[in-house]
C-alpha cells in the first residue's frame, strides 16, 4: 500500500537554485498538507489544500508556492532557496476531517 | 502566538514508569484534536478525540479531551524503552470558507530509560 509518497527523499541545493517537491497519495483524500520540521519546532504548516484546484497559506508560507492541478499530486516548489529553508519536509493528506496521513519525509539542506 | 501548546518538552523516564503528557490548544472553530506519535521518520497516528469526557484507549496509552478547559492529555502506562519518541498534539480547525487546517504542537521528547 503506497499511501502518501514523496519524492526526492533528499536533496542539496545551493543557495538561490529553485526545486519542486511532489507528493503523491492514492487515497482519493480531499485534503493535502505541507509541513516543515525544525529542530524543537515541532510540524509548521506551510500550504494546504482542500480540493482539486484549490491552495491556502499556513503558517509559514513565505518563500514558497504550491500547486494541486490533480486530486492526487500537492507540489511545493521553492523558487530561490535559502539557508533558512533547510529542513525535513512533510507532506500529509486526509479526508475531511482529522486523522492525517504522512509521508516519509524530505530531507533538504540548502548550502 | 502558539496555538497549540504542549508539555513538558521534554521528559526522561524509567521503564514502567507512568507519564502524563499534555497539550493545550486556543482556537476558534474546534473540530477534533489528535496525538501522533514520531520515531525517526514520519508521525504515526494515535488517537482522535472530538468529544469531551470520553476516553480514547489503545493498549498501555489512553488520551481523554477536556473541551471546556480546552485541553487534551496521553497518558502512557508501564512504559517501555519503545516508548521512546516524540509525541505530537495536532488541532483540527474551521479556518474560513471551505477550509480546515491541521495544526501542530512543538511535541514533547520522551524517552525511556532501561
Known amino acids: 500500500n503506497a499511501g502518501v509518497t514523496q519524492t526526492p527523499k533528499f536533496r542539496v541545493l545551493k543557495t538561490g537554485q529553485s526545486m519542486t517537491l511532489l507528493c503523491a497519495q492514492d487515497?482519493?483524500?480531499?485534503?493535502m498538507y505541507w509541513y516543515r520540521q525544525d529542530p524543537g519546532m515541532g510540524l509548521r504548516l506551510i500550504h494546504y489544500s482542500v480540493g482539486e484546484g484549490t491552495t491556502a497559506k499556513g503558517e509559514v508560507p513565505d518563500g514558497y508556492n504550491v500547486s494541486r492541478l490533480k486530486k492526487q499530486n500537492f507540489l511545493l516548489g521553492l523558487e530561490s532557496a535559502a539557508p533558512s529553508q533547510t529542513s525535513v519536509y512533510f507532506c500529509a493528506s486526509s479526508r475531511s476531517q482529522g486523522r492525517a496521513f504522512f509521508g516519509q519525509g524530505t530531507r533538504l539542506t540548502v548550502v | 502566538e502558539d496555538k497549540v501548546v504542549q508539555s513538558p518538552l521534554s521528559l526522561v523516564v524509567h521503564e514502567g514508569d507512568t507519564v502524563t503528557l499534555n497539550c493545550s490548544y486556543e482556537?476558534?472553530?474546534?473540530?477534533?484534536l489528535l496525538w501522533y506519535k514520531q520515531e525517526k521518520k514520519a508521525p504515526t497516528f494515535l488517537f482522535m478525540l472530538t468529544s469531551s469526557g470520553i476516553e480514547k484507549k489503545s493498549g498501555r496509552l489512553s488520551s481523554i479531551l477536556d473541551k471546556k478547559e480546552l485541553f487534551s492529555i496521553l497518558n502512557i502506562t508501564a512504559t517501555q524503552t519503545g516508548d521512546s519518541a516524540v509525541y505530537l498534539c495536532a488541532v483540527d480547525e474551521y479556518s474560513g470558507g471551505s477550509n480546515y487546517k491541521l495544526t501542530f504542537g512543538k511535541g514533547t521528547l520522551l524517552t525511556v530509560n532501561p
Open positions: 487515497m482519493n483524500h480531499e485534503y
Open positions: 482556537v476558534t472553530n474546534f473540530r477534533s
